[in-house]
């Protein structure tokens, strides 16, 4: 089924086959569910990134409230952050907050919710290397096209000992405003060094020519499977899905770490939020954390006109906050800090209905 249509109640059925959807159906978000929602339908937009963990949560969230219906429709987060801000859906998912290069920004005040968080994997398709360690100049390298064969002195290096072939290396990215590649980004500034010199953003035009493109990150892991030789950067809830392999990436503690959930974990032990919720994973101190951990919000407005929509919204973001982090890790996404959660779930009250 196309990740980038419309998702409501029997959408993911799929994904949660057997007794996983037993688990989201059953007792998880009872307590919080108890009150039944009026009829409403939420529209949203957004990161695919957070989308299968957003599948998830509607699943598990509307079997409870038969009355509520939810849509989401992916399209990346600056489609997300412009639907929002022109009032077009009535939510957003984000990876990333709004910037210089959005061509709109809300005029009310809004709210970053942060959800869950996760890895970003650097996954690549060599089907005689089924181990890959990569340090961030190498990565940068790659990206910026100054590395261009597998074979290269610089990977040879990171991986001493290993057969590398001389493939040429094919390099796929995001082709429409995403935050994935403004977090990967974030990360090829801090991590690159000198190998890497186009700052960081989250648009097409940050990449060199030479770059392939796919939508959304489905479509990325589905052009590193079809080549060999090719090398991307996928949401690990995509990547586990297509059954990529994933390089180890170095992190600031100079050790190589494969992506994990424990990885995403540790990574976000000790940050603090910023006021307006927002925080920074990327390239965290610690010698088990996983340095392209990324974060991702829901975007919603402080106040709702339709009081249905508007308890609605509440009543599924209250949801995530609660039952849905314990669920988090079935769909691949690493649960938040108790202390985000606090922060979060206070600021989901402050939203006025009606």
């Known amino acids: ?29 009872a307590a919080q569910s108890a009150k039944k929602l009026d009829s409403a339908t939420l529209n949203g937009s957004g990161s695919t990134f957070q989308m299968a963990f957003d599948q998830a949560m509607i699943q598990a969230f509307t079997q409870t409230q038969a009355a509520v219906t939810i849509n989401y429709s992916g399209g990346g987060s600056g489609t997300g952050r412009t639907d929002f801000a022109n009032h077009a859906k009535d939510f957003a998912g984000t990876d990333a907050p709004y910037g210089a290069k959005d061509t709109a920004t809300p005029t009310g005040q809004f709210f970053y919710i942060p959800t869950v968080s996760a890895p970003i994997t650097v996954s690549y398709n060599l089907p005689t290397v089924k181990k890959l360690r990569l340090s961030g100049p190498t990565i940068a390298g790659i990206f910026s096209r100054t590395i261009t064969s597998w074979d290269a002195p610089e990977i040879k290096k990171d991986n001493p000992g290993a057969k ?58 589905q052009a590193i499977k079809a080549t060999d030789g090719t090398v991307g950067y996928v949401d690990f809830s995509d990547a586990k899905a297509a059954g990529l392999e994933l390089a180890q990436i170095k992190n600031a503690a100079g050790k190589f770490i494969k992506p994990s959930l424990a990885g995403t974990t540790a990574a976000l032990q000790g940050l603090k939020l910023n006021t307006d919720l927002t925080y920074d994973p990327i390239y965290a101190p610690g010698a088990k ?4 951990s990324a974060p991702t919000w829901v975007l919603a407005y402080a106040t709702q006109s339709d009081a249905a929509k508007g308890a609605a919204l509440k009543g599924w973001l209250t949801y995530i906050l609660g039952d849905g982090q314990k669920l988090a890790k079935t769909v691949n996404y690493a649960a938040l800090p108790k202390s985000f959660i606090k922060k979060a779930l206070a600021t989901v009250k402050k939203i006025t209905v009606g």
């Open 289 to 292: 954390a996983y340095p392209i």
């Open 164 to 221: 590398l072939p001389a493939t040429p290396i094919t390099v796929v990215v995001r082709n429409e405003s995403s935050g994935t590649t403004q977090q990967f980004t974030n990360f090829l500034v801090k991590a690159g060094g000198a190998a890497w010199t186009r700052g960081a953003g989250s648009t097409h035009d940050i990449w060199p020519a030479g770059v392939e493109g796919g939508q959304g990150n489905p479509g990325v892991a």
């Open 1 to 29: 089924m196309n990740r980038f249509g419309s998702i409501g109640r029997l959408l993911v059925a799929p994904l949660l086959a057997g007794a996983l959807v037993v688990g989201l159906v059953s007792g998880a978000g």
